[in-house]
């Protein structure tokens, strides 16, 4: 069955998500912010969950249309194919956000919309009552402008729930914006050494190891359309099989973490362990500010602290002016620099960058500096 499809995306990640979909073959056919709607049939909601890196969730578009009333509301969801998507023991909880709009109460509209859908279903599966007791089909919905938006999650948790993250450190890095941090940069899982200076529990590293090895980073978890009576149990295990068959063994990486704290870098080594990709990854405990190049031509990208989880300015100027120095020293080095500290460029590297990028690291928005090395030769 053909379907309008959207995944979801941080602001600034749209067009990362954009290409990933299209290099799995996929018609985007509309990108805006957060979202990017595609054209799909069940295989491409299998293929999208199970391999996008940066995107938030998959969700099918059931309805688009134009509401100022709860009746026009209630009869657009009710003329909507729900049978054709949630079983007759599906549960379907109603979630959304009403912005600019003269339906403006969202649980109003949650009620309505529900309403609406179980009056549908009850006609079609001839029950005057609905168990709600098997597989999950959660409904959202969005109203911006009167204009109202209908989607149902595909994914469950959120894409960024790998399933490796089995140790923790304080504030960590979303799984989807390491990933996108990583496409963002130059390396290409060549044999550039990668360096991560400030590595926490690991997430850019082991991030950069799944993508460089073609490992899809859905395939250790489950989703809500596993449970789907639409998406045939046989096309899971297909696209699974084929995502294991892909994975590049043969690959020599090189890199490396570094981080002040035992404990963080136990988190790392227990996160890489759970998520395959040990082997690839050095851990070493040292203060960032002792790190020195040893060769020619390799990068850097890190998340360091930016004035929001350490004591004073003083630490913080020692940190940012550090990596000022090893490109100074060695410009044959690149740095891929994701912060919230204001005024990096001209207070500690002197220059602007050669590109930047704002990104939402969680709900603190950041830019992600990249600082060009001389091309090796």
Known sequence: MKMELAATAAFGLEAVVRRELEGMGLK?????????????????IVRSNLWLRSGDRVYIKLGEFRAVTFEELFQQIKAIPWEQYISPDGA????????????????????????????????????ARLPEDGAQYRIRFSILKDRVTVLMDTSGPALHKRGYRVANVAAPMKETLAAALIQLCYWRGDDRLLVD?????GTILIEAALWARNIAPGLNRE??????????????????????????????????GFDISGQALKAAAANAEEAG??????L??????????????????TNPPYGRRIGGDEELDSIYGHLAEILDEDPSWSLFL????KDVEEKYFHRKADRRRKLYNGQI???????HGRKPE
Not at 289 to 294: S, V
Not at 365 to 371: D, G, H, K
Request: with cysteine; hydrophobic share 40%.
């Open 223 to 256: 989703f809500a359309f596993q449970s789907w009576d639409m998406i045939p149990e046989e096309l899971w295990k297909e696209e699974k099989a084929r995502a294991y068959s892909a994975i590049d063994y043969d690959k020599e990486l090189r890199l490396q």
């Open 92 to 127: 379907f909880p109603v979630e959304g956000t009403s912005v600019k709009s003269v339906l403006h109460s969202v649980p109003a509209c949650q009620s309505i919309i529900k309403k609406a859908v179980v009056e549908k279903l009850s006609l079609t599966y001839a029950r």
């Open 28 to 44: 985007v056919i509309k990108t805006e912010d957060g979202r990017i709607t595609f054209l799909g049939d069940e295989r491409a």
């Open 197 to 201: 200076t400030c590595c926490g529990s």
């Open 284 to 301: 070493y405990r040292m203060d960032m500010k002792e790190f020195a190049p040893r060769e020619n031509n390799g990068i850097i990208v």
């Open 277 to 282: 990709v040990d082997e690839d990854i050095h």
């Open 338 to 341: 994701i912060t919230a500290a």
């Open 365 to 371: 928005m950041t830019q992600y500096y990249q600082f």
